[in-house]
T-cell receptor, first 111, second 112 residues
């Protein structure tokens, strides 16, 4: 957990604006994940990446985009196509032993 | 993909009582079963996990049991304390995607 950082802690998006959420890990983990959590709900998988320069869509990828240019970084962009972006966004990583460790999260709010 | 069902959605117990949360899954190839605890506004934290080569694992007041034949596993918390109040999630690997599929969560409230 301590090796995964997310920024910012809070993010405000105006209508029609793209915003990017940062996720960095220094655990040397190969795989990284983005989840969305709505109030009182579970975690839904947005995108995941098993190795550098490769990523796959999860269950709710529409309106989001990612990149994985470096092993330690997996930024998530919430595009203007995502009409209901208000949620708690969690980044996670794993070394391949299946145990996932989460970052502290970013809370995205719409102005 | 993997399908995970978690029950109950809410659970209220008196301090000192035991709490049990159950999850069922669909993929018989799954071999890793973690439980996460999430306090309000915080990240999920791994509290215990079990692999399919054992039927039970304990760590102080928490334990996880696994029934691979019936495809369900349970979290047991004994001697509950107010600080155990949180949302608990089970998860199962989606072996096709190498990602975890999470249950819908159980909100546990321990009444002092």
């Amino acid at each position: 957990d301590g090796g995964i950082t997310q920024s910012p802690k809070y993010l405000f998006r105006k209508e029609g604006q793209n915003v990017t959420l940062s996720c960095e890990q220094n655990l040397n983990h190969d795989a990284m994940y983005w989840y969305r959590q709505d109030p009182g709900q579970g975690l839904r998988l947005i995108y995941y990446s098993q190795i550098v320069n490769d990523f796959q869509k999860g269950d709710i990828a529409e309106g989001y985009s990612v990149s994985r240019e470096k092993k330690e970084s997996f930024p998530l962009t919430v595009t203007s196509a995502q009409k209901n972006p208000t949620a708690f966004y969690l980044c996670a990583s794993t070394s391949g032993e299946e145990t996932q460790y989460f970052g502290p999260g970013t809370r995205l709010l719409v102005l | 993909g993997e399908n995970v069902e978690q029950h109950p959605s809410t659970l209220s117990v008196q301090e000192g009582d035991s709490a049990v949360i159950k999850c069922t899954y669909s993929d018989s190839a799954s071999n890793y079963f973690p439980w996460y605890k999430q306090e309000l506004g915080k990240r999920p934290q791994l509290i215990i996990d079990i692999r399919s080569n054992v039927g039970e694992k304990k760590d102080q007041r928490i334990a996880v049991t696994l029934n691979k034949t019936a495809k369900h596993f349970s979290l047991h918390i004994t001697e509950t304390q107010p600080e155990d109040s949180a949302v608990y999630f089970c998860a199962v690997p989606d072996t096709g995607r190498r990602a975890l599929t999470f249950g819908s969560g159980t909100r546990l409230q321990v009444q002092p």
